[in-house]
C-alpha cells in the first residue's frame, strides 16, 4: 500500500487476493489496481470505507485493528460503546445491561458513546444559530465522509462543522471522570472504541479537526460479539448508569443526528454513492436552502459498518425498539447551560482539516501540462467500456495511470488487439 505518511486501517491480505476486480469496481474513489494478478490500494486515495471488504469473495481485504489484548498496555481500560453495539444483540433489556458487561471481559469500566453524542447535537444547534453559518452545514462525525471531502471535495472543507466525533468527546469525558473518582493519573487510563467502522481506526492514528485523539485504539465488534454474547447470558447483578438520551443512542442510523438536531431543511442520506452524488450537488450551489447535511459512508448508517455483526437494518429495527423504552427527553434538555460551557474546548476541533491533493501529475507545471495532453490523447483512443480488465477501474483511469508512469498503454486489451492487428498487417506486407 502506497501512501506512507497515512494510517489505513483497510489493508490487503496478497495471498488471498485473486485479483478478480470486485473491488476494483466498487472502489468509490477509484483507490484500487490490479496488477498482476493482484489487488494493489493507492493510499493516498483510499478513504477507508470498506466497500472493498464488503465486496471481496475471497476475503483478502480486511481490517486492521486492535485486538482486546491491547488494552493491558494501560492499568486502567475504559469500554466506549458505539451504539450501534446496542443492535447486535436480540432481546436486550437496555443500555446499562450491555455496559455492565465489560467490566466481566477485562474493562474497568465503560462510557455510553451515545452521552457524547448529545453533548455534540446542543453543541450543533448553537452553531447552526450562527449567523454566517455555512448553507449546508455538513456533519464531521463520519471519518470516512469527511476523508472523502479532504480528497474529492475540497472547497466543501469550510462546509464542515468545527465539531469533534462523538467517540473523541467520549475518550475525554470518560478519562476525566474515570480520574477523578478513581483518583488515578489520566496517562494511566486507556479508552478504547468498540467499533463497527474500519474508518475509525484511520481517524485515531490520523485525527480530522485535532492533533491527538484522546481514543487509545479501536477494537471491532466482530471481537467482541461472543464474549459480550456470553456475557449477556448470565444473571445481571447490576445495570451501569447512563445518562445518554433516545436521541444519543439514535446517531447509530442514518437521520439520528438530524432527529436529534431538531431543525428543518436538513437531509440525511447513507451509502457512499449516495453521499457523492449530494456531495456534488453542493458543490455546484444547487442545495444552498439546506441547513444541515448528514452524510453517513455506510448503508442505513453506521448500523452498515462492515465491522458490525448483526444485518444492518435488523440492528435499526432493534436501536429504534430501544430508543422507543427510553424518556423522550430532548439533549438540550438534559444538559445544562454550565455543562455545556465547560464541554466548550472538549466538543470543539482545534485544528482545521487540510485538503489532501489526490489530482496532481508532477510538480513541474510544463510536466504536468504534458501528461495531460498525454491523457486527453489516449482517453480519446480507448474504447471507453471501463471494463477492468487493464487493472484500472476506467478507461480516463487507465490514461492517468499511463501517463504516470504505472501503466503500459497495451494492457488495454482493446489497444493490445489493434497492435497485434497491425503488426500481423506489416508482416504480411513483407
Not at 446499562?96 to 465489560?102: E, H, K, M, T
Not at 430501544?322 to 454550565?338: F, I, Q
Request: hydrophobic residues 40%.
Amino acid at each position: 500500500m502506497s501512501g506512507h505518511s497515512i494510517h489505513h486501517s483497510v489493508t490487503l491480505i496478497r495471498d488471498k487476493c485473486m485479483g478478480c476486480t470486485h473491488c476494483l469496481q466498487r472502489c468509490p474513489t477509484q483507490a484500487i489496481r490490479i496488477e498482476n494478478r493482484r489487488a494493489r490500494i493507492i493510499g493516498e486515495k483510499c478513504i477507508d470505507c470498506g466497500e472493498c471488504i464488503r465486496v471481496c469473495p475471497y476475503h483478502a481485504m480486511t481490517a486492521v485493528t486492535d485486538p482486546l489484548e491491547a488494552i493491558r498496555r494501560f492499568p486502567y481500560k475504559i469500554a466506549l460503546p458505539d451504539p450501534v453495539l446496542y443492535g447486535q444483540f436480540k432481546g436486550l433489556a437496555s443500555v446499562g445491561r450491555l455496559l455492565s458487561a465489560f467490566p466481566a471481559i477485562g474493562f474497568d469500566g465503560a462510557y455510553d458513546v451515545a452521552r457524547a453524542a448529545d453533548y455534540l447535537t446542543v453543541a450543533m444547534r448553537a452553531r447552526l444559530q450562527k449567523a454566517n453559518c455555512p448553507r449546508p452545514l455538513i456533519s464531521s462525525s463520519c471519518p470516512t465522509v469527511v476523508r472523502l471531502i479532504q480528497t474529492r471535495f475540497p472547497e466543501l472543507l469550510d462546509h464542515v462543522v468545527d465539531l469533534k466525533a462523538p467517540v473523541d468527546v467520549a475518550a475525554e469525558q470518560a478519562k476525566r471522570l474515570y480520574s477523578r473518582e478513581s483518583g488515578v493519573p489520566l496517562e494511566d487510563i486507556g479508552c478504547f472504541f468498540i467499533t463497527p467502522c474500519t474508518a475509525r481506526m484511520t481517524a485515531i492514528k490520523n485525527p480530522l479537526g485535532h492533533a491527538v485523539s484522546a481514543v487509545d485504539g479501536a477494537i471491532s465488534m466482530l471481537d467482541l460479539y461472543g464474549l459480550l454474547r456470553m456475557e449477556l447470558g448470565q444473571p445481571c447483578k447490576y445495570d451501569m448508569a447512563t445518562d445518554a438520551t433516545a436521541y444519543g443512542v439514535g446517531w447509530a442510523c442514518s437521520g439520528g443526528e438530524l432527529r436529534a438536531a431538531g431543525i428543518d431543511s436538513a437531509l440525511a442520506v447513507d451509502g457512499i454513492g449516495g453521499v457523492i452524488g449530494v456531495l456534488e450537488e453542493i458543490e455546484n450551489g444547487k442545495l444552498s436552502d439546506l441547513r444541515l447535511f448528514e452524510g453517513k459512508a455506510c448503508s442505513g448508517g453506521c448500523v452498515g459498518g462492515p465491522l458490525a455483526f448483526e444485518n444492518g437494518y435488523v440492528a435499526m429495527h432493534r436501536i429504534n425498539g430501544l430508543m422507543a423504552r427510553l424518556p423522550g427527553t430532548r439533549p438540550e434538555e438534559s444538559v445544562s447551560g454550565e455543562l455545556m460551557q465547560a464541554l466548550e474546548a472538549c466538543l470543539t476541533a482545534d485544528l482545521p482539516i487540510a485538503p489532501v491533493d489526490v489530482t496532481a501529475l508532477d510538480a513541474d507545471m510544463g510536466a504536468a501540462m504534458e501528461k495531460m495532453r498525454m491523457i486527453e490523447s489516449l482517453t480519446r483512443r480507448l474504447p471507453g467500456l471501463d471494463c477492468g480488465s487493464c487493472g484500472s477501474p476506467t478507461c480516463r483511469a487507465h490514461a492517468e495511470d499511463v501517463a504516470s508512469g504505472l501503466a503500459g498503454e497495451i494492457d488495454c486489451l482493446h489497444l493490445l488487439t489493434g497492435h497485434k492487428r497491425g503488426g500481423d498487417e506489416a508482416d504480411d506486407r513483407l
